[in-house]
């Protein structure tokens, strides 16, 4: 928590900067300051009002790291110091990068807001009692023993890491360069150690290409431009943690609501607001008592943190899986469709919106991304629109669906060759029957790379040299 109140200061400097950066005493070497911030309390003290003279600044615009690391900025403040100076400095370049994807993602709202839920937020101070993420230099430990050392200031044990060599403390040319400690979401922390490695790029062809589709029931399956086997890697594990962790978060919850009858109250009132009952929507006060009163314990936390690691760790073993299966059949790109806010707004019924929208897809395409770059294979994302719905083997046109006609009913108004006659099950305009999540893996192939399969002739692509039923392939929940 020592790099909490650095971080608070350093992005209460940068507001400030951002609300009057046409001040004419914010050009040339004078800041203004327009109070003291007391991390502490969260409270300006208007009164310390004046100007600060840098030694050096680095820029007469925006502020920027080297600006907050002056000693007229953060450097002789108490909480620069307590915080380990180096490690100071790591937070308020984590400050400072915040800043810069605010501006990113503010420039590209503004040129295309589709992609976006909203405008994008301006960084904010954390609360005071925030688990703030500490990144250590390779000036800041040393590796002895098979464990890394930290400074005695910090209070952390020796941390074991065997598969990496003894390194002096201030070893510039050392394997490890750096080691971050991150707060999990829920309990515990994780700890990413940045080294060097070498990347050898693995013999694959760009052209020969890997499709996937992500889904629930089979969380991923796998295809390709090659007559290869189609693969299907069933989405149980996932589930079943999924299913295993609700059931046992709602017990938490009602054991919550039995030690507190005021949580029942409230409860009700909401529900009936919600059904259009004769009692009044809460109050804001009553809203902030709600959340006060169900947030989540301690036992919920640890429930969510195992959870999150156990599904973590199976996507790990399954894009291990595809990236092997993409080298050993010398694929150079892999292509995941997936719509970008798919989870916004989802009705799939009660049971599917609780699994689909609590998997960390997204998570997945990552994992697959980072491995697959380690072995020189490019990954591509595209939506899959229409992907399900139009027929692979008829060569069905896949439109766009912002320039497709709607029906009364939302829907788009697009007729293809075939169509899904059972579950799993696809119907071509022939008859021919092809797995509906494969059918939909070499759509999204063919929506990347329309030319992805050359020898099936016009009319009938995919029928040559392509197989329409995938071999399932179980991966071991641990």
Known sequence: RLQTPVYNLAIFYLRQEYFHLHDDNLQGVTFR???????????????????????????????????????????????????????????????????????????AWREDPAPFTGRPRMPRAVESDHRSPVYFTYADFSIQDGCIVF?????????????????????????????????APHDGYW?????????????????????????????????????????????GPAKSWNHWYNKKLAELKKEQAGHDPRIAELQQKLQLSEKGGANPRLTDEEWEEWRARTRNTAAMKRLTQDRNNRIAAYYHRVSRVIVNMAVERRCGTIII??????????DLGRKTNQNFSQMPIFKLIDQIAYKARLAGIVVERIT?????????????????????RKKRDGHSDVRFSGRRVKRGLYKSKDGTLIHADVNGAYNIVRKARPNAFPDAPP??????????????????AS
């Not at 208007?46 to 600044?57: D, L, P, Y």
């Not at 910090?154 to 065997?162: A, E, H, K, S």
């Not at 598969?163 to 991150?182: H, L, T, Y």
């Not at 700890?191 to 089979?218: F, M, Q, W």
Request: some cysteine.
């Open 337 to 346: 469709g997936h719509n970008p806010g798919q989870k916004q707004g989802m």
């Open 151 to 183: 400074p005695k200031a910090t209070g952390f044990d020796p941390l074991p890491v065997q598969s990496f060599p003894d390194q002096r403390r201030g070893d510039s040319a050392a394997m490890v360069k750096q080691v971050r400690v991150i707060p």
């Open 384 to 404: 899959e629109e229409f992907t399900s719905k139009a027929s692979f083997l008829d060569n069905d046109p896949l439109p766009d669906r912002a320039r497709t």
């Open 33 to 107: 300051i327009y109070g003291t911030f007391d991390p502490a309390t969260g409270e300006v003290d208007k009164s310390t009002a004046g100007e600060v003279t840098f030694e050096e600044k680095s820029t007469a615009g925006f502020l920027t790291n080297f600006d907050l690391n002056d000693k007229a900025m953060l450097r002789w403040r108490d909480e620069y110091r307590a915080a380990i100076p180096s490690c100071a400095a790591g937070t308020i370049k984590r400050a400072c990068d915040a800043w810069k994807g605010y501006w990113k993602a503010l420039k």
């Open 459 to 476: 009319g009938a692509q995919g029928i040559r040299g392509c197989r329409l039923h995938p071999m399932i392939r179980v991966i071991p």
């Open 191 to 235: 700890v990413e150690i940045v080294h060097d490695i070498s990347i050898k790029p693995a013999d694959v062809d760009p052209n020969r290409i890997i499709g996937i589709d992500l889904g629930l029931e089979r969380i991923a399956t796998i295809v390709d431009n090659v007559g290869g086997q189609p693969v299907a890697i069933p989405g």
